[in-house]
């Protein structure tokens, strides 16, 4: 007897007990994929002060699953023994987020540390997916900023500061950010990099342009990146300066 004519028959006595034919039990949907990584890169992000940070950005998992609710991302420093949760409840609509990593103390000269990041989504049903593959940033240590000192009030017409023993090769430049207007300037990065021994500290200079408007009774901040190509490691180091 095949289907239907068992439904039919479920129906028929249905008139006389009552009940109805129970519906078939649907399919189980498959779990979310793992949503995939496209970047993590060293910058300077907005939190109460401009702050470096890691900024993630990935991509939703491609399935025949249920809709993705939120996204969780995990985080393993190197002296932790395993991943534990950095963010959870990121919306579906949100493939970005920046990790202020000032709670790291980084590395002394020519040291690294490693952050290693996860990611995986959940669906509207609360299920947890595949968690992502490994996607990983190497922290140098950081440049030392020179001038101007953060209780500078007057504008400068340059900031200077020193990248120390990169003898492996490096580039070096600067953003500076409005505490009001988000990033306003960045010098050009450099088209050759720098060689370095581990005696002496490299100086920089780089003037501001002087049609730079820098409106007095607000706080500036100044980024300098150090990108080290041969390992794949970048440092950061972030200053304020206020214009009177």
């Known amino acids: 007897m095949g289907i239907a004519e068992v439904c039919t028959a479920c ?3 249905a008139l006389f007990l009552g009940s109805s034919c129970p519906s078939p039990e649907p399919f189980p949907v498959p779990p979310l994929q793992a949503p995939s990584f496209t970047s993590a890169t060293l910058t300077v992000a907005r939190f109460d002060t401009y702050r470096p940070a890691v900024h993630l950005a990935w ?3 491609h399935n025949d699953s249920l809709a993705v609710r939120e996204f969780v991302i995990l985080q393993r420093s190197q002296d932790s023994a395993g991943f534990s949760v950095l963010v959870r409840s990121i919306p579906d609509t949100v493939t970005g987020f920046y990790d202020n990593i000032d709670r790291f103390t980084f590395p002394q000269h020519w040291d690294f540390y490693t952050l290693e990041y996860r990611i995986f989504a959940i669906d509207s049903l609360g299920r947890a997916g595949d968690t992502s593959a490994i996607e990983s ?8 900023l020179l001038w101007p000192a953060t209780t500078d009030s007057v504008r400068p017409d340059s900031l200077a500061w020193t990248v120390f023993g990169v ?4 580039f070096s430049y600067v953003y500076l950010y409005s505490d009001t207007g988000g990033l306003i300037w960045k010098s050009p990065r450099p088209d050759t990099p720098t060689y370095s021994s581990h005696d002496n500290p490299d ?11 820098l409106p007095s009774g607000q706080n500036y901040f100044w980024a300098v990146n150090v990108e ?17």
């Open 59 to 61: 991509s939703s998992p």
């Open 137 to 144: 940033l190497s922290v140098a240590w950081p440049p030392t």
């Open 228 to 244: 080290i190509p041969t390992g794949q490691a970048w440092s950061i180091a972030v200053g304020r300066f206020y214009v009177r």
């Open 11 to 13: 129906s028929m006595f």
């Open 203 to 213: 100086h920089y200079v780089q003037r501001l342009p002087g049609s730079l408007p």
């Open 167 to 170: 003898e492996f090769g490096y």
